[in-house]
């Protein structure tokens, strides 16, 4: 669910399966909530401890219903990102 730091791989992360890339603090990110939120979308009440999505840019959150496809999207972008910098390698797991 959190990012984990890779062993071996300076300033990477593993995050969702087997993506890594570099992380920075206005990612949005996976966690879980401190205190009773609602979803930013549809408003549904989220309790406390849940795992939602949340885009600190925007300071936001997201039920995973309503914040999976934009998390999705936004890990498939930043991963080709780093592909088409030359930083990320789409064969290898570092």
């Known amino acids: 669910m959190f990012p984990e730091l890779i062993e071996g791989c300076p300033n990477k992360f593993q995050r969702h ?6 992380y920075y603090s206005n990612d ?4 879980k909530t ?3 939120s609602c979803c930013a979308t549809c408003g549904c009440k989220l ?6 999505y949340y885009w600190p840019s925007s300071r936001k959150i997201y039920c ?3 914040g999976d496809e934009d998390y999705r999207q936004f890990l ?3 991963a080709d990102e780093e592909v088409i ?3 990320g390698n789409p064969y290898c797991g570092c």
């Open 17 to 22: 399966g087997s993506i890594t890339m570099n």
């Open 28 to 31: 949005p990110r996976e966690i």
């Open 34 to 36: 401190k205190f009773p």
């Open 47 to 52: 309790p406390k401890g849940v795992n939602v």
């Open 64 to 66: 995973l219903e309503c």
């Open 76 to 78: 498939s972008s930043a």
């Open 85 to 87: 910098n030359g930083t």
